[in-house]
């Protein structure tokens, strides 16, 4: 099944997409609550929602498929690190901690895009994508989402999404000297979409060890840019979303993503690794398609300036007023 939020005419409609057509949900449904439902209860719906006769989607907007309740953004790939690393401290080096748990920061769910988007950015002279795929929480019966083991976190998958984690280079190198973020780096845009797949339907895709063996690529003004395998992370996602529930909790309409792929899933990655691909300007064009998923494209806006902010006070250490 696919899960989509759509505008049409002015309106917007939550449903299905199947065989080419929107379908509404039954009962004036919303994504968060099927989500909430979980994948059998969505199945049930959908079985009552394709009597139905949709809009063609080729007539429908399609938003972000959902609105999050919160962004995990893991950074799943060694060959990630390896590149990215090397375009900063000028050697490829995986710190050994990478090794021991699946890193994550959280980023801002209010500045979700929807595929067709024209992504605005800030004022960055080193704008890149990251290729990602995403897990999104749904509902399981009688849990809490809190501190659950790999199996119980499984079923707290209700499908996935293609990620792109925009990211302004400059601005996250300069944040992060200070032990802290990514922050403003980030947080000015996330691509979502098309849609989101049930995890069912990527079933066929798993390899004897879960990780999910499907292809992603990334192009930019139509030339392929990279392109990887998602079951090269270092850890499926069951345990991504396990670790994200230890000593805390998921809620269904969380998104976890899986960190950028490897092989050019950036330009950060292939700037590591000497590529001569300039930064991401207005008018560029980004398409990142996922085998099983979807496809997702965004033309790149202009920069948008923002407000200055002052530089920090040097003043005296007084201890009592």
Not at 104 to 124: I, L
Not at 219 to 240: H, I, K, Q, R, T
Not at 244 to 266: E, F, I, K, M, Q
Request: hydrophobic content about 40%.
């Amino acid at each position: 099944m696919k899960i989509a939020r759509w505008d049409h005419e002015g309106a917007t409609g939550e449903g299905f997409v199947s065989e080419g057509a929107v379908i509404p949900f039954p009962d004036a449904l919303t994504v968060a609550e099927v989500l909430r439902g979980g994948v059998a209860a969505a199945r049930s719906l959908f079985e009552r929602a394709r009597q139905e006769t949709g809009v063609p989607l080729a007539e429908v907007r399609l938003l972000a498929p959902l609105v999050p309740t919160t962004i995990r953004d893991f950074v799943a790939f060694e060959e990630h690190v390896e590149g990215v690393s090397a375009g900063v401290e000028g050697k490829s080096d995986v710190p050994a901690e990478w090794h021991e748990a699946p890193t994550f920061y959280f980023t801002n769910p209010h500045t979700v895009r929807a595929t067709g988007d024209v992504v605005a950015v800030p004022e960055t002279r080193r704008l890149d994508f990251e290729l990602e795929l995403a897990a999104v929480i749904g509902g399981v019966d009688g849990s809490t989402g809190e501190n659950l083991d790999v199996d119980a976190a499984a079923s707290h998958i209700f499908g996935y999404t293609v990620m792109n984690d925009w990211s302004a280079r400059d601005l996250q190198a300069r944040e992060m000297k200070v032990r802290l973020g990514p922050a403003k780096g980030k947080d000015f845009g996330m691509t979502l979409g098309p849609w989101i797949v049930t995890a069912d339907e990527l079933d066929p895709y798993l390899d004897g060890e879960g990780f999910l063996a499907v292809r992603a690529e990334v192009y930019v003004n139509g030339a392929l840019v990279g392109e990887d395998l998602v079951s090269n992370m270092g850890w499926p996602f069951p345990e991504l979303v396990a670790y994200a529930a230890r000593n805390s909790v998921v809620v269904p309409g969380d998104v976890l993503g899986s960190g950028t792929v490897g092989n050019g899933g950036c330009l950060g990655e292939l700037w590591g690794r000497g590529s001569a691909l300039p930064p991401l300007e207005p008018g560029d064009e980004v398409r990142m398609l996922i085998e099983g998923v979807g496809e997702i494209v965004n033309v790149v806006g202009e920069r948008v300036p923002a407000p200055a902010i002052p530089r920090a006070r040097t003043r005296p250490r007084l201890r009592h007023r």
